[in-house]
């Protein structure tokens, strides 16, 4: 079993990690044959390895392997509850957080760096409100969000289509209550 703290932070803040983590969630279980379909622009040596990852780290496991010319071929799922996530502080939920917020800074920081970066047209946006909302009104606002989000996350690669990161965060706005 992994470590909470960078062990587990290192594993599901990487990349391709999230998509493949994505495409599980999505799909409820898959093959790395399927996978490398759907996630076409990630080489195949890559995904084998971050599944590995994966699969060693608890956040997926095996629910079938079958024998297809002298190979097996695994299907795998998210597990229900990984074992770290039973061990995790709310200092633990924090540094997940902060970590993640800093992946992000850091992939700011990547795109600016690039001599073709073009905010404008790559269509980069940042946004930021302050809403007034019961727990109800939120619930409602975030189910809204996520039903515009299913619309398209099942997305197949397609000419003209590329890969866009969306990161929603929901916190206190600091402001006295």
Do not use: W
């Not at 957080?97 to 990547?110: P, R």
């Amino acid at each position: 079993m992994i470590p909470v703290e960078q062990d587990f932070i290192q594993i599901v803040m990487n990349p391709v990690r999230q998509r493949i983590i994505q495409y599980l969630l999505i799909h409820g279980s898959g093959t790395t044959g399927e996978m490398k379909k759907e996630l076409s622009d990630i080489p195949p040596a890559s995904l084998y390895r971050h599944v590995k990852v994966l699969l060693e780290a608890g956040c997926i496991e095996v629910t079938d392997e079958k024998k297809i010319r002298g190979a097996t071929e695994k299907t795998y799922r998210l597990v229900e509850k990984p074992p770290f996530v039973q061990e995790m502080s709310e200092a633990d939920i924090g540094m997940i957080f902060q970590s993640g917020m800093l992946s992000l800074m850091s992939e700011f920081q990547k795109y600016f760096a690039r001599e073709d970066a073009d905010p404008q047209r790559d269509m980069l946006s940042f946004s930021t409100s302050t809403l007034m909302l019961t727990d109800e009104e939120f619930m409602e606002f975030l189910q809204k969000i996520g039903e515009v989000y299913n619309g398209v996350i099942g997305n197949k690669p397609a000419k003209g289509r590329k890969p866009r990161q969306i990161t929603i965060i929901s916190s206190p706005s600091g402001e006295v209550k």
